[in-house]
T-cell receptor, first 113, second 114 residues
Framework: KQEVTQIPAALSVPEGENLVLNCSFT??????LQWFRQDPGKGLTSLLL?????REQTSGRLNASLDKSSGRSTLYIAASQPGDSATYLC????????????FGGGTRVLVKP | EAGVAQSPRYKIIEKRQSVAFWCNPI?????LYWYQQILGQGPKLLIQ????????DSQLPKDRFSAERLKGVDSTLKIQPAKLEDSAVYLC????????????FGPGTRLTVT
């Protein structure tokens, strides 16, 4: 059974500092991994999707890496801003489960002005 | 392009009452998902539809939860009777097909059972 873990559960940084968010998964047989952002009381917004054949994906200040063999992904957010405060969730699509997403518990980020 | 719509946004009920949530997916999306997100946890898939057929309902508590997607578009999720532990955000998502296409999420319905 695929399990996804995100540590730490919460993180607080001063504005301008780079953010590093970690995600680990137990079964390396995945189609892809996706990072989402969730603001309080809102749904999920997709940030980056990394295919299993890729090592990283970039979008603006965001960069996500994937090491499938070790079951790890890292989301980097450069030069954090107060607007980056949110919960960040990673999810994997196991190869044996079609389009079913398995989520981690999320990391709640607070960027202090 | 309109996103996934859900209603109501918030609902408070007493235990043993019933409640229903509604979801309208993105136009043209064949696959629809219902997730349950308990506070402090990641979303957990309850049920997945492909058009109006159920693909996966392995984690749906079938003694109290039911869902339907009669015309392959809108969907409703019902809880009867509700328990305290059903307090959560219920998220609806849709994707173009079921084969590894990106899922788009609605804003969710926050349910509080007292």
């Amino acid at each position: 059974k695929q399990e996804v873990t995100q540590i730490p559960a919460a993180l607080s940084v001063p504005e301008g500092e780079n953010l590093v968010l970690n995600c680990s998964f137990t079964d390396s047989a995945i189609y892809n991994l996706q990072w989402f952002r969730q603001d309080p009381g809102k749904g999920l917004t997709s940030l980056l999707l990394i295919q299993s054949s890729q090592r990283e994906q970039t979008s603006g200040r965001l960069n996500a890496s994937l090491d499938k063999s070790s079951g790890r992904s890292t989301l980097y957010i450069a030069a954090s801003q107060p607007g980056d405060s949110a919960t960040y969730l990673c999810a994997v699509r196991p190869q044996a489960a079609g389009n079913k997403l398995t989520f981690g518990g999320g990391t709640r980020v607070l960027v202090k002005p | 392009e309109a996103g996934v719509a859900q209603s109501p946004r918030y609902k408070i009920i007493e235990k043993r009452q019933s409640v229903a949530f509604w979801c309208n997916p993105i136009s043209g999306h064949a696959t629809l998902y219902w997730y349950q997100q308990i506070l402090g946890q990641g979303p957990k898939l309850l049920i997945q539809f492909q058009n109006n057929g159920v693909v996966d309902d392995s984690q749906l508590p079938k003694d109290r939860f039911s869902a339907e997607r009669l015309k392959g578009v809108d969907s409703t999720l019902k809880i009867q009777p509700a328990k305290l532990e059903d307090s959560a955000v219920y998220l609806c998502a849709s994707s173009l097909t079921s084969t590894v296409y990106e899922q788009y999420f609605g804003p969710g319905t926050r349910l509080t059972v007292t």
